[in-house]
């Protein structure tokens, strides 16, 4: 069982910047693939950024590409998202989510998931 809780949302101006954390509970964190997701006010949730177990392959969506940084820090059960230069479309609920199994862009494998956290672009 794995408990993650988001923080680093907040009301942010077109071109800022936000760094997003998620704390994980469980002494199994570094073996899970690590994941972010967001979803928009009538939208479905969306991948964004996803991390192996090790931090070796990090995918992003073409969305933030070149904009958003995941990473993790296995020794203090964190993973962490940095989106750069910050558009209004970036405006969200983003969750973390921790896979079990296999690296991967779909929000069905992940099994654990957190509260989510806000973060308004405004323009």
């Known amino acids: 069982q794995v408990q993650l809780v988001e923080s680093g949302g907040g009301l942010v101006q077109t071109g800022g910047s936000l760094r997003l954390s998620c704390a994980a509970s469980g002494r199994t964190f570094s073996m899970y693939v690590m994941g972010w997701f967001r979803q928009a006010p009538g939208k479905g949730r969306e991948f964004v950024a996803a991390i192996t177990p090790s931090g070796a392959v990090k995918g992003y969506a073409d969305s933030v590409k070149g904009r958003a940084t995941i990473s993790r820090d296995n020794a203090k059960n964190s993973v962490y998202l940095q989106i750069d230069s910050l558009k209004p479309e970036d405006t969200a609920v983003y969750y973390c989510?921790?896979?079990?199994?296999?690296?991967?862009?779909?929000?069905?494998?992940?099994?654990?998931w957190g509260q989510g956290t806000q973060v308004t672009v405004s323009s």
């Open positions: 989510a921790a896979s079990s199994t296999i690296y991967s862009r779909d929000s069905n494998t992940y099994d654990y």
